[in-house]
């Protein structure tokens, strides 16, 4: 019967909270941006195109209040809902059985695989915009050759 058992918390947990600080806003905000994204890739392209950077900023920010934050939101619900690891692949499951749930599951992998596999090119690309040599390897013009030689 000590102080410990009075205030909930032993000294292991207090050293394990110390030891992994919570994510902060803004550090938040970049992951989501480069997990959705993938990065910058495309502003200056929305730049050019339209009104300039006032109106693709303010297309950022609607775009992000009509779609993001509803989706974030249905995300917290079933989050709450199915308390276990496995996300949409335990949602899909449950919703439409276990065969659409794998189906979810490979896709999103397979479409994670190809999309990984474009950020080399688009580094490429992005070099070749800037009159900057490649510094891995050099094509002509054919960013297919990266991949099949």
Do not use: R
């Amino acid at each position: 019967m000590g102080e410990e058992e009075l205030n909930g918390t032993s000294d292991a947990q207090e050293a394990t909270m110390k030891g992994n600080p919570k994510l902060t806003l803004l550090p938040l905000i970049a992951l989501i941006f480069y997990e959705v994204s993938g990065g910058p890739f495309g502003v200056q392209d929305s730049v050019k195109a339209g009104g300039g950077p006032l109106l693709s900023l303010l297309g950022f920010l609607i775009f992000h209040l009509l779609w993001s934050v509803p989706e974030a939101l249905f995300t917290a619900k079933l989050a709450t809902s199915f308390p276990e690891n496995g996300g949409y692949v335990l949602w899909i499951s449950a919703a439409f059985w276990p065969f659409w749930g794998f189906q979810e599951g490979f896709w999103k992998w397979f479409s994670g695989v190809l999309d990984n596999a474009l950020y080399p090119i688009l580094f490429l690309e992005n070099s070749n915009k800037f009159d900057m040599e490649p510094l891995f390897w050099h094509y002509d013009d054919n960013p297919s050759q990266v991949l099949f030689g």
